[in-house]
């Protein structure tokens, strides 16, 4: 049964990669489905911490489709604000429809800083409830919290955040003979790098 729930988070993760490269809001939804069965399979390891992580992926899923699909609407608007009107007939320049916002150093500190306490208190208590990997599994799981919330604030730097930790859970998930999750992290890492490559070219600043 666990090899099942490994194969359907592979797959369901997949697919929420190629969404979110392309900034899809249907991401949000594949995103519920894949928290719940990685939270699964994370618990079931007793890596506490990335099954906490999972809880927070379900929750920041329906905030972060209620922010995609307000940012989509912002960008839209700007776009036809800045359509050009060629002999009295209104023209819409296709544009890319990955709406970016500006990471401020504001949340660079903060972001920084709630990494570095988090860490420091969720890493002794994953190591009293016996978490085999305590220190590592809870620094990924932080990262890639930060990381989630800076996707829904659509910040490209996000998929910086991305390379690192999906690059930390593959050898996490190697360490304890993970191989499907090995895969799909694995997997997760190049589209990160990917991704932040089409983001930087084919995105668009909303404020």
Not at 172 to 201: D, E, F, N, P
């Amino acid at each position: 049964m666990e090899s099942f729930w490994e194969i359907f988070t592979l797959l369901t993760g997949i697919l929420y990669i190629i969404l979110e490269i392309r900034q899809h809001n249907f991401m949000w939804v594949v995103g519920v489905l894949t928290a719940l069965a990685a939270m699964y399979v994370f618990f079931q390891q007793s890596l506490f911490a990335s099954f906490g992580l999972n809880c927070y992926y379900l929750v920041v899923s329906f905030i972060g489709l209620w922010q995609w699909r307000k940012d989509s609407d912002a960008l839209t608007t700007s776009e036809n604000s800045a359509s050009k009107s060629v002999e009295g007939t209104v023209t819409v320049e296709e544009k890319s429809q990955i709406h970016l916002r500006t990471l401020t150093l504001g949340v660079i500190i903060g972001s920084s800083a709630v990494f570095v306490l988090m860490t420091l208190g969720l890493g002794w208590m994953a190591n009293k409830l016996g978490d085999p990997m305590s220190h590592l599994d809870v620094a990924v799981a932080v990262l890639s919290a930060i990381a989630t919330w800076w996707l829904s604030r659509s910040y490209k730097e996000q998929w910086l955040l991305w390379i690192v930790a999906d690059a930390l859970t593959t050898w996490l998930c190697v360490s304890q003979h993970l191989w499907w999750m090995t895969a799909l992290y694995s997997a997760y890492t190049i589209s990160a790098i990917y991704g932040y490559w089409h983001w930087k070219r084919h995105g668009q600043a909303i404020e």
